[in-house]
């Protein structure tokens, strides 16, 4: 059974919000994708932007899911894989709407189409970047990073300090 509170917060009930979210984003998702699957949009034959959703759509259910998971670990790993799913799940919904969006460039000058699709491709890499360094930085940078993110909470302690001490806690 994992302990959602674990190394944390000093307050259980900080993390009420955080569980609740995370769960509903994983049920939610789940719930659609079943319904999309047994609605036949994976059926032959297949509209273009069918597979790049449902993608999508699995690609958000496994980061919330991972993302609860995360909450109640005090391993990197776990966090490695909230942020692997993140950014697939961001480069899912990308490749989404670069499909829906494919058509509408059809009148465009060649330039702008290739930058339409290299200004979110870019980001997406970016993102994916800032998550590795973030990741593999020493404990020192990545709190340091992490604090510069999120302000501090009223009670003085900052949201970033409770995430990523349980993080580099000894194994």
């Known amino acids: 059974?994992?302990?959602l509170t674990a190394g944390q917060s000093d307050d259980p009930a900080a993390l009420g919000l955080p569980?609740?979210?995370f769960a509903l984003v994983a049920l939610a998702n789940a719930a659609y994708a079943v319904y999309l699957w047994r609605?036949?949009?994976l059926r032959r034959p297949l509209d273009r932007a069918a597979l790049p959703f449902f993608a999508a759509v699995l690609?958000?259910?496994a980061w919330g899911a991972m993302s609860l998971v995360d909450?109640?670990?005090t391993k990197r790993f776990t966090w490695h894989l909230a942020l692997l799913f993140d950014q697939c799940r961001y480069a899912a919904?990308?490749?989404f709407l670069l499909v829906l969006l494919r058509p509408m460039a059809g009148?465009?000058?060649d330039w702008r189409t290739r930058l339409g699709i290299a200004l979110p491709v870019a980001l997406a890499g970016l993102g994916l970047g800032a998550n590795a360094v973030l990741g593999f930085a020493s404990p020192a940078a990545a709190d340091a990073g992490l604090r510069a993110c999120w302000p501090a909470s009223s009670a003085g302690r900052s949201t970033a300090c409770c995430w990523s001490s349980r993080y580099f806690a000894p194994d």
């Open 1 to 3: 059974m994992l302990d």
């Open 19 to 21: 569980v609740v979210g």
């Open 39 to 41: 609605a036949g949009l």
């Open 59 to 61: 690609a958000t259910l």
């Open 71 to 73: 909450l109640g670990s």
């Open 93 to 95: 919904w990308v490749a």
């Open 107 to 109: 009148g465009l000058p």
